[in-house]
C-alpha cells in the first residue's frame, strides 16, 4: 500500500507512529464522527468542553490501547478511565443510578465492550486441580 500525507486529518485513513528508535508502525484510523454525533445529541455530555457535536471523533488502536482525537488540541490522546476521583463520586456516577443508555452507547464506543471471557472447567478439570494442587500435598 501506498501512504500520503495530508493536511487536514478529515483526509486522513491512517496514523504513523514512531515509537522507540527503528520502531514504526502505521494504525487505521477510525472515523465514528456519524455514530457519535447523534448519540451527543441524546443527552447532555458531562466533558461538554472536550465532545461537542460539531467536533470529529477519531480513534485508532496502538499497542491494545485505544487513543482519540482532541479537535481543540490537535492531538490524539489515550483514553483512560479517571480512577482518581474520590469513590463517592464514582459510586454516585456509575453505580447508584443507571447510566442513560445514550451515554453508556457513547461509553462503549470510547472504551469498547467489557468482556470478561472466564473459561468454563470441566468437572474433570476441577477434580485434577483440587487432587494435584500442592497445598494438599505435603
Known amino acids: 500500500m501506498i501512504?500520503?500525507?495530508?493536511?487536514?486529518?478529515?483526509?486522513a485513513t491512517h496514523v504513523l507512529i514512531r515509537g522507540r528508535p527503528g520502531n514504526v508502525e502505521v494504525c487505521k484510523l477510525d472515523d465514528l464522527t456519524?455514530?457519535?454525533?447523534?448519540?451527543?445529541?441524546k443527552f447532555n455530555?458531562?466533558?461538554?468542553?472536550?465532545?461537542?457535536?460539531?467536533?470529529?471523533?477519531?480513534?485508532?488502536q496502538y499497542r491494545f490501547i485505544k487513543f482519540e482525537y482532541m479537535y481543540q488540541e490537535?492531538?490524539?490522546?489515550?483514553?483512560?478511565?479517571?480512577?482518581?476521583?474520590?469513590?463517592d463520586m464514582l459510586r454516585s456516577r456509575y453505580a447508584t443510578?443507571?447510566?442513560e443508555l445514550s451515554e453508556h452507547h457513547?461509553?462503549?464506543?470510547?472504551?469498547?465492550?467489557?468482556?470478561?471471557?472466564?473459561?468454563?472447567k470441566t468437572?474433570?478439570?476441577?477434580?485434577?486441580?483440587?487432587i494435584l494442587d500442592p497445598f494438599y500435598i505435603f
Open 3 to 11: 501512504y500520503d500525507v495530508v493536511e487536514d486529518i478529515e483526509y
Open 34 to 41: 456519524e455514530k457519535v454525533r447523534p448519540i451527543l445529541q
Open 45 to 60: 455530555v458531562r466533558e461538554s468542553k472536550l465532545y461537542l457535536t460539531t467536533h470529529p471523533f477519531f480513534f485508532f
Open 74 to 87: 490537535r492531538y490524539f490522546r489515550p483514553i483512560i478511565f479517571n480512577t482518581a476521583l474520590p469513590f
Open 97 to 99: 443510578s443507571p447510566m
Open 106 to 120: 457513547f461509553q462503549e464506543l470510547r472504551f469498547g465492550q467489557c468482556i470478561v471471557d472466564v473459561p468454563k
Open 123 to 130: 468437572v474433570m478439570q476441577i477434580l485434577v486441580d483440587e
